[in-house]
T-cell receptor, first 118, second 107 residues
Framework: DAGVTQSPTHLIKTRGQQVTLRCSPK?????VSWYQQALGQGPQFIFQ???????QRGNFPDRFSGHQYPNYSSELNVNALLLGDSALYLC?????????????????FGNGTRLTVT | GEDVEQSLFLSVREGDSSVINCTYT??????LYWYKQEPGAGLQLLTY?????DMKQDQRLTVLLNKKDKHLSLRIADTQTGDSAIYFC???????FGTGTQLKVEL
């Protein structure tokens, strides 16, 4: 049973470029959340996708966008990269229990994509 | 203020118990989680507790929840060097994580 997989593992980009990160959720999960973790910080919630739509969003600018496909996999896109976007980007999957207040089951994380912006 | 807060650092001797504390603000959270992160790795789910429980025990791990004070703690019994890592608490509504507590286990 594959867990959450992310690609690529490492990426180096230049300021102003665009980047796409990919995530496949754990088998049986229908929801994907994306987090940014700067060095020495806790993960910061970017957004969550469920049923191919953005369900929740954290305090991130519109340069951060995403997509979820019918097979539940997801992409995170970041445009006009800034030096401050250098971080570990974590994907987490879960199952939405829509019948009981729409809460998330525990999040299962991938190992992340390390993005360096130069 | 922050939605989830933790102390930054804890140092214990091998074999002792470790207690990592967390406070949160959203009282509607259904689950509260504890995650472990080792250097260069993603987050590993350690345990979680439903908001209608006061305590949950899972082998060496004990989670205590005080809903009145919005306080969560993780106790690790017989702490080992392999427990050295950063520990995060998180809540299930806004999917917010704390700043993390770095646990250092000394021989």
């Amino acid at each position: 049973d594959a867990g959450v997989t992310q690609s690529p593992t490492h990426l180096i980009k230049t300021r102003g470029q665009q980047v796409t990160l990919r995530c496949s959720p754990k088998s049986g999960h229908d929801t994907v959340s994306w987090y940014q973790q700067a060095l020495g910080q806790g993960p910061q919630f970017i957004f969550q996708y469920y049923e191919e739509e953005e369900r929740q969003r954290g305090n991130f600018p519109d340069r951060f966008s995403g997509h979820q496909y019918p097979n539940y996999s997801s992409e995170l896109n970041v445009n006009a990269l800034l030096l401050g976007d250098s971080a570990l980007y974590l994907c987490a999957s879960s199952l939405i229990n829509a019948g009981q207040g729409s809460y998330n089951s525990p999040l299962h994380f991938g190992n992340g994509t390390r993005l360096t912006v130069t | 203020g922050e939605d989830v807060e933790q102390s930054l650092f804890l140092s214990v001797r091998e074999g002792d118990s470790s207690v990592i504390n967390c406070t949160y603000t959203d009282s509607s959270s259904t689950y509260l989680y504890w995650y472990k992160q080792e250097p260069g790795a993603g987050l590993q789910l350690l345990t979680y507790i439903f908001s209608n429980m006061d305590m949950k025990q899972d082998q060496r791990l004990t989670v205590l929840l005080n809903k009145k004070d919005k306080h969560l703690s993780l106790r690790i019994a017989d702490t080992q060097t392999g427990d050295s890592a950063i520990y995060f608490c998180a809540e299930s509504i806004k999917l917010t994580f704390g700043t993390g507590t770095q646990l250092k286990v000394e021989l």
